[in-house]
């Protein structure tokens, strides 16, 4: 390569770099946002006119006037937002502290707790649905609350525990010490020095562990029936053998993506800095 050619392609190559990272990212974000958008169109869309979104003017909110005056329907939102939200406020109080607790302490009671969090999580979470049906079943917690909420603070317990001992990890212990030589307990370390420190990576478990149980659908579909349905069961129950009700399943999956939406909308900055920490 002579001279002259190495001026011009030392020229062009940031341009042409620029263009090719804009087209690869505008492509991205249309494989990402084009199904949205059909799935807000077909819900704005009457049942008779949902195979023809693109066509025509015809929008009309009945579909999600009838997914609010659906019982069941509005008991899933309910039930969903119970669920998620009781799991992510059990699961951060104890995945702060088995965080903390691994990343501090030496022992057998730390060594044996981090044992049984790595066997657990090494087993794929779908193997537990089986033999958790059958222990519901005999203790009476099927399609219940607190049947559906254990085996979500379990998976959230054995997944974030790692992830908040390495919070932990990149936090300097020094502050802690200074406490405790100036007569704080270990409590009042933790609680007064470790856990401010922490806030960022705890908001942004908070944020991922919200939206996990609001998505989840294997627990949902095998641990519940009638008593408390989620939206993501409900949801899939209008596929039926007479046809799928489309227009209902996309209002109803669009109001499921408000509320995940706006967390993510609110708490994106709180994850970024979590998991720069």
């Given amino acids: 390569m002579n001279t002259l050619q190495r001026r011009f392609f030392d020229f062009f190559a940031p341009g042409a770099r620029r263009i090719s990272f804009g087209l690869a990212l505008s492509v991205v974000c249309f494989l990402f946002a084009f199904p949205v958008l059909w799935l807000i169109l077909t819900s704005l869309r009457p049942q008779s006119g949902v195979y023809y979104v693109y066509r025509g003017l015809d929008f009309t909110l009945d579909s999600f ?20 939200t009781a799991a992510t406020i059990f699961s951060i109080l104890v995945t702060v502290s088995s965080g903390y607790m691994l990343s501090r302490f030496r022992g057998p ?19 537990w649905v089986l033999p958790l049906y059958f222990v519901e079943q005999r203790w009476g917690l099927y399609d219940s609350y607190l049947g559906l909420l254990l085996p979500h603070i379990a998976v959230h317990i ?7 001992k390495g919070f932990f990890d990149g936090i300097d212990p020094s502050m802690e010490q200074a406490a405790l030589i100036d007569g704080c307990t270990r409590w009042g370390a933790f609680l007064r020095v470790a856990v401010p420190s922490a806030m960022p990576a705890i908001s942004a478990l908070a944020v991922l562990s919200w939206l996990f149980s609001w998505n989840e659908f294997l627990f949902a579909l095998i641990l ?23 227009n209902l399943m996309a209002a109803t999956a669009v109001l499921a993506l408000v509320p995940a939406f706006l967390l993510t909308l609110f708490g994106q900055k709180y994850v970024i800095r979590g998991l720069k920490i």
Avoid at 158 to 164: K, P, T
Avoid at 224 to 246: K, L, R
């Fill in 109 to 127: 009671i730390a060594s044996g707790w981090f044992g049984a969090i790595y066997a657990l999580r090494c087993v794929p979470f779908v193997t």
């Fill in 224 to 246: 519940t029936g009638q008593h408390t349905p989620v939206i993501t069961v409900v949801m899939a129950q209008f596929v039926s053998e007479m046809g799928m009700q489309w």
């Fill in 65 to 84: 006037a009838q997914v609010f005056a659906n019982e069941r329907l509005v008991r899933a939102f309910f039930n969903s937002s119970v669920i998620a």
């Fill in 158 to 164: 054995c997944f974030f525990s790692w992830l908040m």
